[in-house]
């Protein structure tokens, strides 16, 4: 069982920044892919940012030149930089974690709890 735990979030003006952690933690072998999903009011959750072990990312269309998602590999953790935030950037952000538990396992994904984000206007 792999834990997930997301901080950093909390309530910022327009034009501000955040910067997101998820720190997982439990039986883990290796962490494949890590991300940030995020869901508004009334919205479906929708895919952020995502980041390989190799470091090869992946940006929605509306966060691409704003956000910047890192990640350490040692201390099994991934980051959310969140710069020249906007009111649509309101929401639920969770971090989601691929990985195996030994060599051979299958990949299973966990998710976090989940940390506000509000971005005032």
């Known amino acids: 069982q792999v834990q997930l735990v997301e901080s950093g979030g909390g309530l910022v003006q327009v034009g501000g ?16 892919r890590m991300g940030w999903y995020r ?13 390989t072990s190799v470091g090869t990312t992946n940006y929605a269309d509306s966060v691409k030149g704003r956000f910047t998602i890192s990640r350490d590999n040692a201390k099994n953790m ?10 649509e950037d309101t929401a639920v952000y969770y ?27």
Request: glycine content about 8%; aromatic content about 6%.
């Open 78 to 87: 991934v980051y959310l930089q969140m710069n020249s935030l906007k009111p």
């Open 17 to 32: 920044s955040l910067r997101l952690s998820c720190a997982a933690a439990g039986n883990i072998f290796s962490i494949r």
């Open 95 to 121: 971090c989601d974690a691929d990985s195996i538990a030994t060599m051979k396992s299958v990949p299973f994904t966990s998710w976090g709890p989940g940390t506000q984000v509000t971005v005032s206007s």
């Open 39 to 51: 869901q508004a009011p009334g919205k479906q959750r929708e895919l952020v940012a995502g980041i």
